[in-house]
């Protein structure tokens, strides 16, 4: 998958969903996400098919439990110049 375009509260739940799935191997809904969005490289929820979109739901409910207790920061990037 290449991108993420999230256009909702939960994007950060979304992107680690998508990105960093390991955490998320155990939820009840993950096997049916997998088989939903199959080989797709891009997941826009504005153009998903129905199917991705109602398992992605139900994973979404499953994993915001596993979400809560990630160590996510926030950053300023700075950029680095003559290194």
Known sequence: ???LVPDEPDGLLDAT????????EECAA????????G???VL??????DEIL????????Q???IFAGLNI???DLVPVNGT
């Open 1 to 3: 998958m290449e991108s």
């Open 17 to 24: 969903i998508a990105f960093f799935p390991v955490n998320y």
């Open 30 to 37: 993950f096997a049916a996400v997998l088989d939903a969005v």
């Open 39 to 41: 080989s797709a490289e």
């Open 44 to 49: 826009d929820f504005g153009e998903s098919a």
């Open 54 to 61: 109602a398992a992605w739901a139900e994973l979404r409910e």
């Open 63 to 65: 994993a915001r439990p």
């Open 73 to 75: 920061w926030l950053a």
